[in-house]
């Protein structure tokens, strides 16, 4: 069922998805020894530590963002009605980075033999992003300045799929040490960006058709994993595992439909386009 989520969800992937299933299976069904096959399912509950590149875009500073509220004339006026003084400006926060965010995914494996196996990994999290905006506002008897701090949240929805083989490394009978190489495909999508001001929520998400649509803002990529950890066989039926992954992605669909029109540099956009590094943390339950 998750497989089938995750391609309705990838559309523009699944037929390359279809053809590493396709891979996949094959290899199962090529195997002489029918003794070793064996199948894995396991559930992955983890938490992530993104690369702080793609951040730095999601602070409103694109076109119809913050600007589109604040100079909108109904609205500043309201504003101005609520913050008691005229806004002079705003200033955004150029220290924008991701915080550590939960995922959880399945796991799905086939032993070739007793420590070699080609494994499939599909994972889901939700990344939640918040950066201060500082509002300057006119107080003709406050000389040193006026300010209200507001806030730019945003949210993304990441998807991962990864196909890859792991090698094992028998330590004691029931303990286990692992390494696991692979390929993967990934995919963003800016759920919601929004504005907070005094607790009123103003939608910043990009606007298309002359305002009378939000645009959807995606991107696929693709990358490299390396995942290594330790593994304890609890008892006949299941298997604890703990393990760190290391990932190496790009996604340059993405930072372009994030960047088009605005004013970041050239550079900046340019560096987050390429591949890169980023980690996370897991706990995983297996089924033997």
């Known amino acids: 069922m998750i497989v089938f989520v995750i391609l309705r969800v ?77 806004i002079q400006g705003w200033e955004y926060s150029r220290n924008n980075e991701y915080p550590a965010s939960f995922f959880s995914g399945v796991y799905l494996g086939f032993d070739i033999n007793p420590s070699l196996s080609v494994i499939m990994k599909f994972d889901i999290g939700i990344i939640r992003f918040s950066t ?40 004691q009978s029931k303990l286990t040490c692992y390494i696991s190489p692979g390929v993967g495909l990934n995919y963003i999508q800016l759920e919601n960006q929004e504005l907070i001001i005094r607790s009123t929520q103003y939608n910043i998400t990009r606007v298309e058709n002359l305002g009378l649509n939000y645009q959807k803002i995606d991107g696929f990529g693709y990358g490299l994993f390396l995942d290594n950890g330790i593994s304890y066989v609890l008892n006949e039926k299941l298997t604890i595992a703990f393990g760190v992954e290391g990932r190496l992605q790009k996604n340059s669909d993405y930072i372009e439909q ?23 943390t897991y706990i995983r339950l297996l089924w033997n």
């Open 10 to 86: 990838m559309n523009r992937w699944k037929y390359t998805l279809i053809i590493l299933f396709a891979g996949f299976y094959s290899a199962i069904l090529g195997q002489e020894d029918v003794s070793i096959k064996k199948f894995r399912f396991g559930i992955d509950l983890g938490i992530g530590f993104p690369n702080k590149q793609y951040a730095q875009f999601l602070d409103g500073s694109h076109p119809f963002g913050v600007n589109r509220i604040l100079t909108n004339p109904q609205t500043r006026q309201q504003l101005q009605d609520k913050l008691g003084y005229p």
């Open 132 to 171: 201060p905006l500082v509002i300057q506002l006119d107080n003709p008897r406050n000389f040193t300045g006026e300010y209200e701090q507001a806030q730019v949240n945003a949210r993304e929805r990441r998807f991962g799929y990864k196909l890859g083989v792991q090698k094992n490394f028998e330590i």
């Open 258 to 280: 994030l960047t088009v029109g605005t004013s970041y540099l050239s550079e900046k956009v340019e560096k987050a386009k390429k591949f890169v590094p980023s980690f996370g």
